[in-house]
């Protein structure tokens, strides 16, 4: 069961209807209820978060195609007992596991390889998928506008050192008993930190999901 409001699901549904039907549809009644759809979904988001409805708007009018889930990857990268976070810069420096947007043209492993290295400075080998979570059915603040698939990896560093990058402000190694408490929880969760921890001691766990 999701987690986030009612009306935010309802949003995120008729958008994507809206985003479906342009899409496909030749009849140009249909594309003016269609518009009117996405209009009306801009409006929700725009009437419970304070966001402008015509920059909504052009958020909505940006995507375009068939709407499917965003993919986001995180990197569980362990050295000796202790977990590897950064600081995002985008969050007031709250720390998480690096990661960010799947790439187009790349596998979710390259992706993931990529972000720990611009955001650690650590080049990393990728050992197991641990866990594909659905953001919406767990506790993430703040809410999104559109739908996202997270994907944690556990890693082996290989080389590199500490090094910040264009979107983190800080590196830091962190052993289970003592992880910060000021989590940039839009994008990693205590508990999930928790679970990596797991599949680091016990490799042979099973891939979690949703």
Request: charged share 30%.
């Amino acid at each position: 069961m999701t987690q986030e409001p009612q009306w935010l699901v309802w949003a995120r549904e008729i958008q994507a209807i809206a985003q479906i039907g342009l899409t496909f549809t030749r009849d140009p009644y249909d594309r003016e209820r269609y518009e009117r759809l996405r209009a009306i979904a801009a409006e929700i988001m725009a009437d419970q978060t304070g966001v402008d409805v015509a920059q909504m708007l052009e958020v909505y009018a940006a995507e375009t195609g068939y709407a499917t889930p965003k993919i986001d990857v995180r990197g569980a990268v362990f050295r000796d007992d202790c977990i590897l976070l950064v600081r995002e810069s985008a969050d007031g420096g709250r720390w998480t596991l690096p990661g960010g947007w799947a790439d187009v043209n790349q596998s979710p492993v390259e992706c993931v390889v990529k972000e720990v290295r611009e955001e650690s400075g650590f080049g990393v080998r990728v050992c197991k998928l641990a866990a594909v979570w659905d953001r919406a059915r767990h506790a993430h603040l703040p809410h999104y506008a559109f739908h996202i698939w997270k994907l944690f990896f556990i890693c082996e560093m290989v080389g590199g050192e500490a090094r910040s990058g264009m979107e983190t402000c800080g590196v830091g190694f962190f052993r289970e008993e003592k992880l910060p408490p000021d989590l940039s929880v839009g994008r990693v969760l205590d508990w999930q930190l928790r679970r990596m921890f797991e599949h680091a001691r016990y490799p042979d766990l099973p891939t979690e999901f949703d």
